[in-house]
């Protein structure tokens, strides 16, 4: 079974914008190609990530990504997640892929392992995985087979709303949870849990 990985990306320059208060522009945009470095990183190391593929319209970005042999689609029109991932996943989708899992990039602590339990479903069946967000709001993670068997969501509320979608589809859910896939930095309090984090380990 062939697994694709897709990675949103914004571009640089517009990444992490809720933490201007703690960051400065320069930091943040240093801090957004860090965060996908270590994506990548990551991603590469799994083997049952068979493709990555980078979705951005950050020119910066998807050189960065093709740098570090992962497949690129350009993100045009209005700036739009959902769509985006629609359309990359109708890419992967188009060259093979058999399931998809979704890695935002600003999960500092992802891991190899994380990623491998975050895709361990045997057999060919419909499934879908969903790894919350440390408030179990939103959605960090996401394994879908087959791609396109549900509709993203990613915003407000999107834990709730993909198992709703999962289950419109008829495809069991599993919630996964781990230190991995918990932390997305995305505000004030999101920076002071990581930096704490970092000082700990």
Request: charged share 20%; hydrophobic share 45%; aromatic share 6%.
């Amino acid at each position: 079974m062939s697994i694709w990985a897709i990675v949103p990306v914004k571009p640089f320059s517009q990444a992490k914008s809720r933490l201007q208060t703690v960051l400065s522009p320069e930091e943040r945009t240093a801090l957004g190609r860090q965060f996908l470095i270590h994506t990548l990183d990551v991603l590469m190391q799994v083997p049952e990530i068979g493709q990555v593929l980078v979705v951005s319209r950050d020119s910066a970005a998807l050189t960065l990504a093709r740098a570090r042999q992962a497949r690129t689609v350009t993100e045009a029109g209005a700036p739009n997640l959902n769509s985006a991932l629609g359309r990359a996943t109708q890419a992967a989708l188009s060259l093979g892929a058999h399931a998809v899992a979704i890695l935002p990039t600003d999960l500092p602590y992802l891991t190899v392992e994380a990623v491998q339990r975050l895709v361990a479903e045997p057999g060919d069946y419909p499934a879908v995985v969903i790894a919350p967000d440390r408030r179990e709001a939103g959605t960090n993670a996401l394994f879908v087979r087959p791609p396109g068997l549900i509709h993203y969501a990613f915003g407000p509320d999107s834990f709730r709303v993909h198992q709703a979608e999962a289950e419109r589809a008829g495809a069991p859910v599993r919630i996964y949870r781990s230190l991995g896939t918990d932390l997305d930095v995305d505000v004030p309090e999101d920076w002071e849990l990581y930096q704490t984090r970092r000082l700990e380990a």
